[in-house]
T-cell receptor, first 113, second 114 residues
Framework: DAKTTQPTSMDCAEGRAANLPCNHSTISGNEYVYWYRQIHSQGPQYIIHGLKNNETNEMASLIITEDRKSSTLILPHATLRDTAVYYCIVRVTGYSSASKIIFGSGTRLSIRP | NAGVMQNPRHLVRRRGQEARLRCSPMKGHSHVYWYRQLPEEGLKFMVYLQKENIIDESGMPKERFSAEFPKEGPSILRIQQVVRGDSAAYFC????????????FGSGTQLSVL
C-alpha cells in the first residue's frame, strides 16, 4: 500500500471547518483513499473513503486532487468531540485483495473552545 | 445491528499467565483483524483471519501469540505466558467480503500485566 504523509498535529477553533491534508504522491490507480479517526482510548472509527471523485457524508467531506497525489479531509463545523487522531490511508480493495489496513502516525487534531 | 463486540474490556494478568481476548464481529462479517496499541504509540497490525483460516499473520510475534476464528463463535487472540511488555490495548475489527470493505472496530481490550 502507498505511503502517506500527514502533519503531526493541528488545531482548529470550535465551529470552524477543520481541513486535514494528506499527501500520497505514490498512489496507484486502483488504490482508494480512506480516513479513520481514533478518539482517545476508543477503537478507530471509519470516516470516509474515495477513489478520485470528491465524497461527502454525514461526518465529513473528502477532496481528492485531480492527479490524486493528495487529499483533504474537511470537518465542516468542528466540535470538541472531534478532537482525535486522524489517519489517512491508501489501499487497494477488491475481492482478491482484502487486506490489512496499515496505520501511520496520523494527525492529532485539537479543537479549541 | 450490534457493532464489533470485544470482551473483556479490561483484563489483568500476572506475568506467566495466559490471556484470552475475544472478538465477535458484526453480523454478516466474515473477516476479522487484530491490532495492538502500546501506550502512546500507534496501531500495529497483528493478524487477519477469515472463518477457519489465517490469511495474514505477518504482525504476530513469533512466540506466545496465536489467533483463531472458528466456524462458530468469536475470534480469540491468545497470549501465553504474558510479560509486562504485552500490556497494551488490543483492538479487533471486522469487515464484509465486498469490494470497498470498511473496517469496523470494537472498543478494545486493555490488557495489564502485573
Amino acid at each position: 500500500d502507498a505511503k502517506t504523509t500527514q502533519p503531526t498535529s493541528m488545531d482548529c477553533a470550535e465551529g470552524r471547518a477543520a481541513n486535514l491534508p494528506c499527501n500520497h504522491s505514490t498512489i496507484s490507480g486502483n488504490e482508494y483513499v480512506y480516513w479513520y479517526r481514533q478518539i482517545h482510548s476508543q477503537g478507530p472509527q471509519y470516516i470516509i473513503h474515495g477513489l478520485k471523485n470528491n465524497e461527502t457524508n454525514e461526518m465529513a467531506s473528502l477532496i481528492i486532487t485531480e492527479d490524486r497525489k493528495s487529499s483533504t479531509l474537511i470537518l465542516p463545523h468542528a466540535t470538541l468531540r472531534d478532537t482525535a487522531v486522524y489517519y489517512c490511508i491508501v489501499r487497494v480493495t477488491g475481492y482478491s485483495s482484502a487486506s490489512k489496513i496499515i496505520f501511520g502516525s496520523g494527525t492529532r487534531l485539537s479543537i479549541r473552545p | 445491528n450490534a457493532g464489533v463486540m470485544q470482551n473483556p474490556r479490561h483484563l489483568v494478568r500476572r506475568r506467566g499467565q495466559e490471556a484470552r481476548l475475544r472478538c465477535s464481529p458484526m453480523k454478516g462479517h466474515s473477516h476479522v483483524y487484530w491490532y495492538r496499541q502500546l501506550p502512546e504509540e500507534g496501531l500495529k497490525f497483528m493478524v487477519y483471519l477469515q472463518k477457519e483460516n489465517i490469511i495474514d499473520e505477518s504482525g504476530m510475534p513469533k512466540e506466545r501469540f496465536s489467533a483463531e476464528f472458528p466456524k462458530e463463535g468469536p475470534s480469540i487472540l491468545r497470549i501465553q505466558q504474558v510479560v509486562r511488555g504485552d500490556s497494551a490495548a488490543y483492538f479487533c475489527a471486522s469487515s464484509t467480503e465486498t469490494t470497498n470493505e470498511k473496517l469496523f472496530f470494537g472498543s478494545g481490550t486493555q490488557l495489564s500485566v502485573l
